[in-house]
């Protein structure tokens, strides 16, 4: 069955290191996966997106890759502060589907 | 520009009892969602519409109903409350350009009871 996953455990880093969050997924082959940010109590926010065919994406102080070889993405916070403090979900879209199918998030604790 | 919006926010439900979770959005989106999430869970997929007159199941279906009249609106029906259904439910709206999706805008959540 296809399954989408995402440590459990709660990453806590210090202020300033670089956080990385992984994403792996099976018996998928998404066109493009996506990750997002979500606070308590409030809904995701779209972050980014990256196409298979891409190996590397970044978005200010966020880097994502993805290895579709190994089915796997990596999601990079530089430079974290406090402000960073949530769950991130990586989300993959079927191809031929328009639905996201979501992992169960990861929360990143930033410590200052 | 309000994105999606879903209302009531909070409610409880007595078992058996039926209620209607709305959900709109304003930024002319053809494809809507509706996400239940519980805690320590993943996201789940309830019902989607791909445009006003069309809706299809997602992975949990079952006690829901959906309907899309406007491009707008995109309700969801409890019908028969259950405690199973106790959950935080999330509508979702985005759009194709091309052949990519940019990323779902998501509605701020309806956190149901059901006792």
């Known amino acids: 069955s296809q399954k989408i996953e995402q440590n459990s455990e709660a990453l806590n880093i210090q202020e300033g290191k670089t956080a990385t969050l992984t994403c792996n997924y099976t018996?998928?082959?998404?066109?493009?996966l996506q990750w997002y940010r979500q606070d308590p109590g409030r809904g995701p926010v779209f972050l980014l997106l990256?196409?298979?065919?891409?190996k590397e994406k970044r978005k200010e102080r966020l880097k994502v890759t993805f290895d579709t070889t190994l089915k796997q993405s990596l999601f990079h916070i530089t430079a974290s502060q406090p402000a960073d403090s949530a769950t991130y979900l990586c989300a993959l879209l079927l191809y031929g589907n328009n639905r996201l199918a979501f992992g169960k998030g990861n929360q990143v604790v930033v410590i200052p | 520009n309000a994105g999606v919006t879903q209302t009531p926010k909070f409610r409880i439900l007595k078992i058996g009892q039926s209620m209607t979770l709305q959900c709109a959005q304003d930024?002319?989106?053809?494809?809507m969602y509706w996400y239940r999430q519980d805690p320590g869970m993943g996201l789940k997929l309830i019902y989607y519409s791909v445009g006003a007159g069309i809706t299809d199941k997602g992975e949990v279906p079952n006690g829901y109903n959906v309907s899309r009249s406007t491009t707008e609106d995109f309700p969801l029906r409890l019908e028969l409350a259950a405690p199973s259904q106790t959950s935080v439910y999330f509508c979702a709206s985005s759009y194709l350009l091309g052949d990519t999706n940019y990323g779902y805008t998501f509605g701020s959540g309806t956190r149901l009871t059901v006792v």
């Open positions: 018996n998928y082959s998404p066109a493009y």
């Open positions: 990256i196409r298979e065919n891409e």
């Open positions: 930024m002319n989106h053809n494809y």
